[in-house]
């Protein structure tokens, strides 16, 4: 078993998370991240001293058909309008995520 995990250290994990947990929770929560935290120690003992680093799961290349920008029709624009949850002036409204005010609030 993870022998230095305990409560606190989940606690202030999960707030660095934003998370909150109540005390149920974290009893449930704290043996699970005990297993999970042997698991890796177990991998760490695994000799892979002669293994080739793998940068991908399969040796297929990127088979992705070419991007070509094609005309559309207003019918087409108005199905895509009618499927976004918010528009303004016939373009699709999505919330700001940049802060451009001098002030910085």
Same mark, same amino acid.
């Given at each position: 078993? #993870?022998?230095n995990?305990?409560r606190?250290q989940?606690?202030?994990v999960?707030?660095?998370?934003?998370?909150?947990?109540?005390? #149920?929770?974290?009893?449930?929560?704290?043996p699970?991240?005990?297993e999970?935290?042997?698991?890796?120690?177990q991998?760490a003992?695994?000799?892979?001293e002669?293994?080739?680093?793998?940068t991908t #799961?399969?040796d297929?290349?990127?088979?992705l058909?070419?991007?070509?920008?094609?005309?559309?029709?207003e019918?087409?624009r108005?199905?895509?309008?009618?499927? #976004?949850?918010?528009?303004?002036d016939g373009l699709?409204?999505v919330p700001?995520?940049?802060?451009?005010?001098e002030?910085?609030?």
């Amino acid at each position: 078993m #993870a022998e230095n995990l305990d409560r606190e250290q989940v606690q202030h994990v999960a707030e660095l998370a934003k998370l909150s947990f109540t005390d #149920a929770e974290l009893d449930h929560f704290v043996p699970q991240l005990e297993e999970i935290i042997d698991l890796f120690n177990q991998l760490a003992e695994v000799d892979t001293e002669q293994v080739k680093p793998m940068t991908t #799961a399969t040796d297929e290349v990127n088979v992705l058909r070419e991007d070509e920008a094609v005309k559309s029709s207003e019918e087409m624009r108005q199905a895509l309008l009618a499927n #976004a949850p918010e528009t303004e002036d016939g373009l699709i409204k999505v919330p700001a995520i940049l802060d451009e005010s001098e002030d910085g609030e």
